[in-house]
């Protein structure tokens, strides 16, 4: 038997905005452990927990202070204790984050006389930073340091400074933290930025001036060391039974490189981010399929999560969000949902300056909108302004008004809705098995089938008609009937049929 990560389907919930349990308006681990029967009947087999540490929240938890301690904003280590009990007691695998390339500036070894071997300090150039590096959330990626006239290096806030992973000290560190939870009963971990915790040697300059600035090929990402630290923990990984899983956030700039991640003395998984960027168009998402099957680990699926514009809004609407959403799930491997596309919620893009929480607003001196948009707290019940998300008049993030049709409680009532799209297809899934086969289609479908069950998908913007290859199972439109000559006429959807 495969082991249970192989064709698994991931929830994830971004705590802060799942479910808050105490009226402070803030997701917390009691909410979630309150919904752990509507990810059951959802149809999930495991749930990927944002981080819940001990943090100033600067960067919604990613700036982390003790990686082994509970914030009190999310609840205590008893809490996470329950949560996970009853998660297990419904047969539901509970996936953690680690982040490992920095920590919060509030970090006590950020604060210790030896803050120079654990972090990356460098001495300044010409008046200012030693190289022309930038961070992710936009400005410089590189601050003063608090004493001394060097400069320390973060490639996201300024008060997430970067770790200096060539000190055995921090690779000891992060090795006893994943034991730690291990031992505490968790199946597996996310690895936040996993590509990023090594540097190139020398912190070479990029020379932003008339190249492409793609993140994945830039000299503090992807560099050969950090497969010396997967090896590592997949050791440790393998030493606990119950088959605990390593997953990579990790960009790369070619399917080759990716695969390196997933080796089979490293990881297991790593986020399929070629696919989750792919233009609708048949070829492209063909290719990257192809690709990905190709590579020879075990494939994940994932079109939206906690940093990206949800794919409702990116792919342009609801109809192609669904049908995305039917054709993933019928893909050999793993999937990976983000909480609410269940719900079909759109992204948010009219939050108010003064509402903008994500430090990349702050730090593009508000060019970029940031992350806030798809991290708007969930829609549990019809009655605003908080949606059964809190007892709170006012969630963290303020919750659009014509949410409500929006909410599991309205959708729960209809056969029609997004919710029941996504608990039949997630039922549906466990029927495929085996390889996929591409078959012939006419210029703008793909069609494939997985043992007996086969899958059209229409990325064009016409219908176009096809012969029917079986017994309609589940479609994310109204599917027309089928002809007296055999034919079906095929809308911008995605349909599954029996042989």
């Known amino acids: 038997m495969s082991p249970w990560w192989t064709n698994a389907v991931i929830y994830q919930v971004y705590l802060r905005s799942f479910a808050d349990s105490d009226g402070d308006g803030i997701g917390d681990l009691d909410g979630v452990r309150s919904r752990l029967p509507y990810l059951h009947d959802l149809g999930v087999d495991g749930i990927w927990l944002t981080p819940f540490y001990t943090s100033p929240m600067n960067d919604g938890g990613y700036d982390i202070t003790d990686h082994r301690d509970v914030d009190p904003v999310f609840g205590t280590l008893a809490d996470f204790d329950a949560l996970l009990a009853d998660a297990h007691a419904l047969n539901l695998r509970i996936i953690i984050d680690l982040v490992p390339n920095h920590t919060s500036d509030t970090h006590p070894w950020f604060h210790s006389h030896d803050r120079r071997k654990r972090y990356i300090f460098r001495p300044g150039r010409d008046g200012g930073p030693p190289n022309d590096w930038e961070s992710v ?38 090795a006893d933290i994943l034991r730690y939870w291990l031992d505490r009963g968790v199946d597996g971990v996310r690895i936040d930025v996993a590509h990023g915790l090594f540097k190139a040697d020398g912190l070479p300059d990029v020379g932003y001036a ?72 048949a070829p492209a998402v063909r290719a990257v399929v192809d690709r990905s099957l190709a590579a020879g680990s075990s494939p994940t699926w994932v079109l939206s999560n906690h940093d990206v514009q949800r794919h409702r809004t990116r792919l342009g609407s609801a109809a192609r969000a669904q049908a995305a959403t039917l054709f993933m799930l019928a893909l050999p491997g793993s999937a990976y949902l983000y909480q609410g596309e269940e719900l079909g919620l759109p992204e948010v893009l009219d939050l108010p300056d003064e509402a903008l929480q994500d430090p990349t607003f702050r730090r593009s001196d508000g060019a970029d909108r940031g992350r806030d948009g798809c991290r708007i707290p969930l829609p549990w019940t019809a009655q605003a302004p908080a949606f059964g998300f809190s007892q709170a008049g006012r969630p963290w993030l303020p919750m659009p008004a014509d949410w409500a049709e929006l909410s599991v409680q309205a959708q729960q009532r209809r056969t029609d809705s997004t919710l029941a799209l996504y608990r039949h297809a ?29 899958c059209t998908t229409n990325f064009s913007d016409r219908d176009i008609a096809i012969t029917a290859p079986g017994s309609p199972v589940l479609s994310s439109a109204p599917l027309p009937p089928i002809r007296d000559d055999g034919t079906v006429l095929i809308p911008k959807e995605t349909c599954v049929w029996w042989q």
């Not at 003063?144 to 060539?166: E, K, V």
């Not at 956030?249 to 080796?263: I, S, V």
């Not at 495929?432 to 078959?439: D, I, P, Q, R």
């Open 210 to 281: 008339g190249q492409d600035h793609r993140l994945d090929v830039l000299p503090f990402f992807d560099q050969d060391g950090v497969h010396d630290v997967y090896r590592r923990w997949r050791k440790i990984l393998d030493s606990y039974p119950g088959d605990r899983i390593g997953v990579a956030e990790a960009w790369a700039p070619t399917a080759d490189r990716l695969a390196l991640y997933t080796r089979p003395d490293e990881l297991h998984q790593a986020f399929n981010f070629p696919f989750l960027l792919a233009p609708w168009q």
């Open 426 to 454: 997630l039922r549906l899934r466990r029927s495929f098995a085996g390889e996929l086969a591409w078959h012939d289609a006419p210029e703008g479908m793909l069609v494939f089938s997985r043992s007996s069950l086969t």
């Open 137 to 174: 959330f936009g400005g410089p990626a590189w601050s003063p340091a608090p004493d001394g006239d060097d400069w320390y290096l973060h490639l996201f806030d300024a008060t997430q400074p970067d770790l200096d992973w060539h000190n055995p000290e921090v690779a000891d560190e992060y």
